[in-house]
């Protein structure tokens, strides 16, 4: 056993080095071009609030080149000096137009103005960006709030994670499940940041509601494939969620009254065009709407299901190369039984971030976050008889990233991480009679580091590359008994315990290391019509435990260990990227292949919750996914919206499972079609649908039955062999804008409207799982076994809320 206290392996030494001179070599490489040219950069903003733009067009066109903002709205351009048009755009925003000579370095920010306000000096472009065929990225999903906003929601209540559910690759399994499946992946292999934070739970109410708060959302942006080298730790995709900065201009009021939660957020300037902050909260009040109906009846008084957050950011800007952000993040969701039984479950995150440019080329971002996810399940009537048990998971991060914009052709990033894992499995107490009995599980700790270096390239005016590579690190640590199993007598039985050791506190007890390459490539085959191309490879050193179709709470989270290998996966992906009628007409079709190894599953009988030797319980076995992703988009016009579709496969093949042969996963789909429509009737009405057809997920059919005393006990042959019935759902939401403007034409300060929705219009009874019990009055040998079908919902919904702006 490794003894070393947190020390990098000779390996980690000698990567480290080479990595650090490679950056040094490139930096004093691209030096000796930098004496002819001059270099543009600044920042991008929102005319309206002073918030910065990811992602908005800095467009050269006497060079037909340019650049994008980063995540921070920065910009930064090498070109050789001259006099230069410079555009600036951005989706919903008047162009910006400047003539700009260059001579040496120079710094301008813009402001953009919205498309609503006219101003003598913007150039209003007619023309819808083309990033979709230009970008080299591919393989990504990204929607904006005004979007999200028009989308239908069940309750009418907006939501950030059930909008991206109808893109391409996304899917969940089905009503009220929390968090979602990507091209094959699992709930637990999706990374979800919030301002680089991770969330281990991303929803309310067992998954009817996502965490995050759309008043206090700036941008979401899903990555499928093709992931850039900074982002690590999951397999399938990363969530990546930023936060609004709060408006630098003036103060603004946001806030909304739904059918089962309010909402209230505030924003402004704490130093105007200087530091300002927002501060948004929601809370769920069914539970409080529902006790006048529950007062005078026995044991029914004090059960209720509630959830409540709270968000919050500040940002200071401390010089104009210096700014910091401080944000968090703090919910929590109970469900009481009654006064003293429930379980109540909960994220918060916070997250301390320093931009500082070192030159007009070189952007750094230092980040430093904390993350604890933690839930609790008490039942018992009395102190004298009552079982307690509580889990969470605390996440350290350090983090230091770099942009390095060498020329308008080539943007170097590089940097490093580390994170500090600590896993409470388990504090359990348990009191009978009086008598106290600890069956708490020991804390588990590990730590990951790693380094990453990856290029933007325009290698000429038809094909951009984008690749890198990530070295991961990984410490599996003590203290602690450790147990080492042998092999089982057959595969898929419980594996026996060979070996206890005992590890001192902080000990490496395994170490494990990965290389990850990333590379991507966009090629134009015109201007509305490119080919792209993306591999990566991607590793995860924590395992979300559950053998249930959709995410619980109570799921545990596990590192990797003596036992337990690093879940690795390889992905490929393909795709023609095509825009009709001067781009308001998106089209896509990707292609993707992905095996996964190490995959964990579970020996039948498996006990999942408080179990000390849970790791011989687990298998470990292959996975693969593939697919074809089909998207159509209308941007613009009265009518507007998207056709996604989506034809996949997901197996495994684990030893002591179905023979060894390859069987379906439990959120595998075949078929997925999701169709979003909306029509902008007038300047004070809009309607809004979406339509959902999928296929039904498997589930474990039993094959045979045998007889007990009478009782009749299904048997099965095989995992996931049947299929519950399809499912498919209509919902429909219509928009009532109220008076913008008094009689005089003036704005009113107050700016509402309101939102009614109807979700499952027809009354689709979707099954969500299925399950096989002896019929009810027969025994013996005409004992029947019976299938019962449990759905979620079973009727329409309809709601109605209010929202204001002020």
């Known amino acids: 056993m490794n003894t070393s206290f947190l020390i990098p392996s000779k390996k980690l030494k000698i990567a480290l080095n080479k990595f650090f001179l490679l950056v040094l070599l490139v930096l004093s490489t691209s030096r000796s071009f930098a004496q002819e040219n001059a270099t543009l950069s600044g920042y991008v903003k929102d005319a309206n609030n002073g918030e910065t733009l990811i992602g908005a067009t800095v467009l050269i066109k006497e060079l037909s080149s340019g650049n994008i903002t980063n995540v921070y709205g920065f910009y930064s351009i090498t070109v050789p000096t001259g006099t230069y048009t410079v555009d600036y755009r951005y989706v919903g925003y008047q162009t910006i137009t400047k003539t700009i000579t260059l001579t040496s370095n120079r710094r301008v920010d813009v402001e953009l103005p919205s498309g609503e306000q006219q101003l003598q000096e913007v150039v209003v472009s007619a023309e819808a960006l083309d990033e979709n065929v230009s970008s080299v990225e591919m393989s990504t999903a990204e929607l904006d709030i005004e979007t999200i906003e028009k989308i239908p929601a069940f309750l009418g209540e907006v939501d950030v994670v059930k909008s991206l559910q109808l893109l391409p690759g996304v899917s969940s399994v089905g009503e009220g499940a929390s968090g979602f499946n990507v091209r094959g992946g699992s709930v637990g292999q999706n990374l979800i940041l919030l301002d680089e934070a991770p969330v281990y739970n991303s929803s309310h109410m067992f998954g009817f509601f996502s ?34 900065e709060g408006n630098m201009k003036k103060y603004e009021v946001n806030g909304g009254i739904g059918t ?82 429930g379980f109540d479950w909960g994220n918060k995150t916070a997250t301390l971030r320093w931009n500082h440019l070192f030159n007009d080329r070189i952007f750094s971002n230092t980040t430093l976050f904390v993350s604890d996810y933690d839930y609790s399940f008490q039942v018992g009537e009395t102190r004298d008889d009552l079982f307690s048990w509580k889990s969470r998971i605390f996440t350290y991060n350090f983090k230091e990233q770099f942009s390095y914009f060498i020329n308008t052709n080539n943007e170097l990033s590089f940097g490093a991480e580390a994170i500090l894992y600590r896993f409470k499995p388990a504090e359990v107490l348990g009191v009978s ?56 007598e057959q595969p898929g039985e419980r594996k026996p315990i060979a070996n206890v050791t005992q590890a001192d506190n902080w000990e490496t007890i395994q170490h494990y290391t990965n290389l990850e390459p990333r590379f991507s490539f966009r090629y134009s085959l015109n201007p509305t019509t490119s080919i792209k191309g993306s591999y990566n490879r991607m590793s995860q050193y924590i395992h979300l435990v559950s053998n249930t179709a959709a995410s619980l709470p109570t799921d545990v989270w596990t590192p990797s260990s003596n036992n337990i290998k690093p879940q690795l996966a390889d992905q490929v992906a393909l795709g023609v990227f095509k825009n009709f009628w001067n781009n308001k007409l998106e089209t896509s079709v990707e292609v993707y292949y992905k095996t996964m190894q190490n995959q964990i599953d579970y020996i039948d009988g498996a006990e999942i919750l408080i179990n000390r030797f849970l790791e011989g319980d687990l298998l470990a076995g292959d996975g693969r996914a593939y697919g074809a992703e089909f998207y159509l988009k209308k941007n613009s016009g009265k009518i507007n919206g998207w056709v996604s579709y989506t034809l996949a496969k997901t197996e495994r093949q684990v030893a002591g499972i179905n023979d060894g042969d390859w069987y379906p996963t439990r959120y595998d789909q075949t078929h997925n079609l999701k169709i979003s429509g909306n029509y902008d009737y007038s300047d004070r009405w809009s309607f809004a649908a979406n339509f959902t057809y999928i296929t039904g997920t498997p589930y474990t059919l039993p094959s045979y039955r045998y007889e007990v005393q009478g009782y009749t006990i299904p048997g099965v042959e095989g995992r996931n062999n049947g299929r519950i019935p399809d499912y498919h759902r209509l919902d429909l939401a219509a928009t009532w804008q109220m008076r913008k403007f008094k009689n005089d034409g003036s704005p009113k300060k107050l700016q509402d409207y309101w939102v009614f929705t109807i979700y499952n219009v027809y009354q689709r009874r979707n099954p969500f799982s299925i399950y096989f019990a002896q019929k009810d009055g027969a025994a013996g040998d005409q004992a029947l076994t019976e299938a019962t079908q449990v759905a979620i919902l079973g009727s329409f919904v309809p709601a109605v809320s209010y929202n204001f702006k002020f």
């Open 260 to 341: 089962i939660f309010s909402r209230f957020a505030v924003e402004g300037p704490l130093a105007k065009d200087k530091s300002s902050f927002i501060l948004a909260g929601r809370r769920s009040y069914i539970d409080v709407l529902a006790k006048p109906f529950l007062k005078n009846q026995d044991g029914l008084e004090d059960i209720g299901l509630r959830f409540y957050d709270l968000t919050f950011k500040t940002n200071y800007n401390i010089s104009d190369r210096d700014r910091v952000y401080l944000s968090g993040y703090l919910g929590r969701d109970v469900f009481a039984f009654d006064a003293n039984q």
């Open 433 to 488: 009679v009086g008598e106290e009995s600890d069956i708490s599980l020991a804390e588990r700790k590990s730590l990951e580091t790693a380094v990453y270096i990856g290029n933007d390239q325009k290698v000429n005016n038809k094909l951009s590359l984008q690749y890198g590579l990530r070295f991961s690190s990984f410490q599996y640590l003590g203290d602690g008994e450790v147990y080492e199993y042998g092999e089982p």
């Open 211 to 244: 965490v995050f708060n759309p008043d206090a959302v700036k941008d979401v942006k899903l990555y499928k494939g093709g992931i850039p080298a900074e982002y690590g730790g999951r397999l399938s995709s990363i969530l990546d969620v930023r936060m609004k």
